[in-house]
Nanobody
Framework: QVQLVESGGGLVQAGGSLRLSCAAS????????MGWYRRAPGKQRELVAS???????NYADSVKGRFTIARDNAKNTVYLQMNSLKPEDTAVYYC??????????????WGQGTQVTVSS
């Protein structure tokens, strides 16, 4: 099994910053793409940012220029630096990863989610 454990959510005022972390552990052979999704109240889940094992990144238009995704392949960890936060960034943020287990089975994995609340 592969587990994703997130940390770093919380309450922040508009204009502030937060850094989310997500570490993959378990029976891992390799981790391919990693990313962050979010689900705001009453809205569908959306992709926030993703990063390949080679470091190519992709961002939602709503966070470009404010959020930065990075990863440490040696630690199987992905980070999301969130700056200039807005109330509309309030959501539960989920870490996701595509990986290959030690038995060479490929799968998609999700973290439990971490709440980010931005007050106005």
């Amino acid at each position: 099994q592969v587990q994703l454990v997130e940390s770093g959510g919380g309450l922040v005022q508009a204009g502030g910053s937060l850094r989310l972390s997500c570490a993959a552990s378990g029976s891992i052979f390799s981790i391919n793409a990693m990313g962050w999704y979010r689900r705001a109240p009453g809205k569908q889940r959306e992709l926030v940012a993703s990063i390949t094992s080679g470091g190519n990144t992709n961002y939602a238009d709503s966070v470009k220029g404010r959020f930065t995704i990075a990863r440490d392949n040696a630690k199987n960890t992905v980070y999301l630096q969130m700056n200039s936060l807005k109330p509309e960034d309030t959501a539960v943020y989920y870490c996701a990863a595509n990986g290959v287990r030690s038995d060479y089975v490929n799968g998609d994995y999700w973290g439990q989610g971490t709440q980010v609340t931005v007050s106005s």
